[in-house]
């Protein structure tokens, strides 16, 4: 399967522990990007590498959240001191390169389904 | 926040027939992109319509976009028991992140 992949796809964790979630974007795809979605509603920006460069993140995201892209090839989102609320669907999506301004289609992943006791 | 607004938040339709979904947002944008989810799943990319089309097609879709009034339809003809899904639209106003509705619930009866 070349498309973008995400682990676990699913953690049940109670509340104040950490998670991480990881995301392996389809290959030699430089744009990655976090989404969170809840229950009944579409998904919500969280943040977008371009590379290894993490170049925006949603006010979203608290300080609690963090996400990284070391080596500009997979990602991982660490949610710390968990909360009820964080209780969602993790979304990863990737993009290939392409001009600027021209924006290309994002492949998502299956997700990671959080659940906080 | 949402960017934007999807209409009607439910459908049930019988196989065979159309189904018409809209879709209002608030911001100028690049283009406007239509997703799928299944129950519980990832998003598949269906369309993308540029800020300067007005119409697109692709196989059983055809999408509408009216930037003057800042709206969308997406239209699926000849329903499929497999077209039962979530439909998202999601905008981008140039800065890479999708802006999504809430999206609209779609049923196919068999």
């Known amino acids: 399967d070349t498309g973008v992949s995400q682990d676990p796809r699913h953690k049940i964790t109670k509340r104040g522990q950490n998670v991480t979630f990881r995301c392996d974007p389809i290959?030699?795809?430089?744009?990655l990007y976090w989404y969170r979605q809840t229950l009944g509603q579409g998904p919500e920006f969280l943040t977008y590498?371009?590379?290894?460069?993490?170049?925006?993140k949603s006010r979203l995201l608290s300080d609690r959240f963090s996400a990284e892209r070391p080596k500009g090839s997979f990602s991982t989102l660490e949610i710390q001191r968990t909360e009820q609320g964080d209780s969602a669907m993790y979304l990863c999506a990737s993009s290939p390169p392409g001009l600027a301004g021209v924006f290309n289609e994002q492949f998502f992943g299956p997700g990671t389904r959080l659940t906080v006791l | 926040s949402q960017q934007g607004e999807e209409d009607p938040q439910a459908l049930s339709i019988q196989e065979g027939e159309n189904a018409t979904m809209n879709c209002s947002y608030k911001?100028?944008?690049?283009?406007l992109q239509w997703y799928r989810q299944n129950s519980g799943r990832g998003l598949v990319h269906l369309i993308l319509?540029?800020?300067?089309?007005r119409e697109k097609h692709s196989g059983r879709l055809r999408v509408t976009l009216d930037t003057s009034k800042k709206s969308s339809s997406l239209l699926i003809t000849a329903s499929r028991a497999a077209d039962t899904a979530s439909y998202f639209c999601a905008t981008d106003a140039g800065d890479y992140k999708l802006s999504f509705g809430a999206g609209t619930t779609v049923t196919v009866r068999a």
């Open positions: 590498f371009q590379n290894e460069a993490q170049l925006e």
């Open positions: 319509i540029r800020s300067n089309e």
């Open positions: 911001t100028s944008i690049n283009n």
């Open positions: 290959s030699e795809h430089n744009r």
